[in-house]
């Protein structure tokens, strides 16, 4: 049955107005210092659903937000729930060619872009049949476009529209790492189910959290670090709107002192070597957050040893909206993803479809209550990837006699050599363990006798030196085994990645 209480904007907005939160912080961007109380949030947001009513913007139809991460972030996203609209936040990231198709996907009716990012779209928007019209963040440039002070005008605040718990609320896109973009179609409940998960029984965030993600609020994990869970316990979020470097993440840390910190482990890995040289930031980080790709265990032993706290290693997916596998406070194993979040129940399964045994790999299925409800448009690979309670990863795991599960890679990564299946990911870490080494990806490639073998990339802490190729493959033999070494080495300045962080092998392969 419907009602305001089901609606998402309530649980994670109205609720805290309710409750005499009005005046606590909820956003602060670092750069501008402008900042957002919970009782101002609840006004932006109102007068966001507002304006979305007098533009004609119809319940059920694509709000598209070519966002940066700033203040009017939350408003849109949350404006738009709470009347009704459905925002689909899009990576910052992308060419006008993939704005076009995804644009034109999702048939949105309305724009919201950053001023900075309006060139990369201008040149598309006029041939877009559904959009009706683009508001601008930040001024306008030129043209036809409105501004976003001027489009939202004050209003009174009234009460979110009564939805189902399983109406749709939002979309994210894909990151596409091995395609185009797939438009995930996430219901009201699922953010509450994330919240009450993950949030509340790993992460434990408390109402007085501060919280700074370097992971943006376009796409899954990045929404959750700093919309979802903040905002479900009335805590306060930092906002980085550029690119965070790993100097600027720790200048950030230092001077803002947030509580949590949510990253990749890309970034960890630089702002590691970062303190390696300058020292770490003096700061109450009592808890870091990581995923996208597994954590080597060597970035999170260092960075314990640097900040004192641990990083939480952790899985999820843009179908699951945010992590559902992870280590935990107190009960961390660097090198492992830990074990089932409360709420999720995990499967492993072998190529024959078998339970996979202690020792054993198998890909990986999920089954929660955050789960999509499909993806838009794509029925096969909706039928592909949801089955019934259980949806797909694509990511194979091997269990340990412990319970925990150790990352091996992506289904369409996994290779074997010798008849034996070799994970690119535990090659990697050995890689990446070694001093000279920042980071590494491992493709297979065929020999002279066209048999696959591994193929290492490798990213450098420093400049290379004689004889680092077979010191690098000498200390891979000794770390995971004899066969798993990798044949070639390629020193490259860096690897291929989504915005998300995750590397992008199929572009090495």
């Not at 404006?79 to 993939?98: E, Q």
């Not at 994330?194 to 700074?212: C, H, N, P, S």
């Not at 990083?311 to 009960?331: K, Q």
């Not at 992506?410 to 001093?435: C, N, Y």
Request: charged share 20%; glycine share 8%; net charge negative.
């Amino acid at each position: 049955m419907a009602s305001r209480a089901e609606n998402a904007a309530d649980f994670l907005l109205d609720r805290h107005i309710r409750d005499g939160r009005a005046d606590k912080i909820a956003y602060h961007e670092i750069q501008t210092g402008r900042g957002l109380s919970y009782g101002q949030l609840a006004q932006g947001a109102a007068e966001v659903a507002a304006a979305l009513m007098r533009s004609g913007i119809r319940r059920e139809e694509r709000a598209a937000m070519l966002v940066l991460d700033c203040l009017e972030f939350p408003q849109i996203f949350l404006g738009a729930m709470r009347y009704g609209v459905l925002p689909v936040p899009l990576n910052t990231l992308l060419t006008a060619a993939v704005y076009d198709a995804i644009l034109r996907d999702s048939r949105a009716a309305i724009l919201f872009v950053s001023a900075p990012l309006l060139d990369v779209v201008a040149p598309i928007l006029a041939d877009l049949p559904d959009l009706r019209q683009v508001v601008v963040i930040d001024g306008v440039p030129g043209g036809d476009h409105l501004s976003f002070d001027r489009w939202c005008t004050k209003t009174t605040v009234e009460p979110p529209i009564a939805v189902c718990a399983d109406e749709p609320a939002f979309w994210l896109y894909s990151s596409g790492s091995t395609g185009q973009p797939k438009g995930v179609v996430h219901v009201h409940s699922s953010l509450r189910a994330t919240a009450d998960t993950y949030g509340a029984q790993v992460l434990k965030i408390r109402e007085d959290d501060w919280v700074l993600s370097a992971a943006k609020l376009f796409f899954a994990y990045g929404l959750g670090n700093a919309l979802t869970f903040p905002l479900s316990v009335g805590a306060s979020v930092l906002l980085f709107g550029g690119r965070p470097t790993p100097v600027d993440m720790l200048a950030a840390i230092n001077d803002h002192q947030p509580s949590i910190f949510c990253g990749v482990p890309t970034l960890f890995a630089s702002m590691v070597a970062q303190m390696n040289d300058a020292g770490a930031p003096r700061a109450p980080v009592r808890l870091s957050i990581s995923a996208g790709e597994a954590l080597p265990d060597n970035v999170g032993t260092r960075w314990k040893a640097h900040m004192g706290s641990d990083i939480l290693d952790g899985v999820g997916s843009t179908e699951m909206l945010h992590i559902f596998l992870s280590n935990r406070e107190g009960d961390v194993v660097y090198g492992t993803s830990g074990r089932a979040v409360p709420g999720y129940d995990l499967r492993l399964l072998t190529e024959d479809g078998t339970e996979a045994a202690p020792g054993e790999i198998g890909e990986l299925l999920v089954r929660g209550a955050s789960a999509a409800a499909t993806y838009w448009n794509q029925r096969d690979k909706t039928r592909a990837t949801f089955e019934g309670h259980w949806t797909r990863t694509g990511d194979k795991y091997e269990r340990r006699e412990d319970g925990r599960l150790v990352y091996c890679g992506r289904t369409d990564d996994m290779f074997k050599v010798s008849g034996i299946w070799v994970s690119p990911f535990e090659v990697e870490q050995a890689l990446t363990s070694h001093p000279a080494v920042l980071e590494a990806a491992v493709v297979a490639a065929r020999d002279a006798d066209g048999l696959e073998k591994p193929k290492a990339f490798v990213v450098l802490t420093g400049p290379a030196t004689d004889g680092l190729a077979q010191a690098l493959k000498d200390h891979v033999k000794q770390a995971v085994g004899k066969w798993k070494y990798p044949r070639w080495i390629e020193i490259v300045p860096d690897l291929p990645k989504t915005a998300t962080g995750k590397i992008q092998r199929f572009k090495l392969r």
